[in-house]
Nanobody, 130 residues
Framework: QLQLVESGGGLVQPGGSLSLSCQAS????????IGWFRQVPGKGRDGFSC?????????YYADSVKGRFTISRDDTKNTVYLQMNGLKPEDTAVYFC??????????????????????WGQGTQVTVSS
């Protein structure tokens, strides 16, 4: 059973940076696409970045984070990273990573929809405030 643990959240001033990690245990991440989602109280969990299975080498970003966030993966460490630069107060949320094992035909893509993912971490709080 794949288990995911997020880390790296915290309090940062506007314009600052944070680096989140999504550490997996159990099966290796090689054949899993990984998505990052975030959720604020009273609202749904929104996907904003994802990375395909390593062989697919594809990543996507929502417009809200494009140019500021970078997703990457190191399958030797069973970890996916999210580098967040230029943080804004509206980035404040609980951040979740999620994993999906797609069929071979879908190795080159990933999705930002919540129901595409079967495994979820517990989340890490990111607060952007002065």
């Amino acid at each position: 059973q794949l288990q995911l643990v997020e880390s790296g959240g915290g309090l940062v001033q506007p314009g600052g940076s944070l680096s989140l990690s999504c550490q997996a245990s159990g099966p290796t991440l090689d054949y899993y696409a990984i998505g990052w989602f975030r959720q604020v109280p009273g609202k749904g969990r929104d996907g904003f970045s994802c990375i395909s299975v390593s062989t697919g080498n594809t990543s996507y970003y929502a417009d809200s984070v494009k140019g500021r966030f970078t997703i990457s993966r190191d399958d030797t460490k069973n970890t996916v990273y999210l580098q967040m630069n230029g943080l804004k107060p509206e980035d404040t949320a609980v951040y979740f990573c999620a994993a999906d094992r797609p069929v071979l035909l879908l190795y080159s893509i990933c999705q930002l929809t919540r129901n595409a993912y079967d495994y979820w971490g517990q989340g890490t709080q990111v607060t952007v405030s002065s």
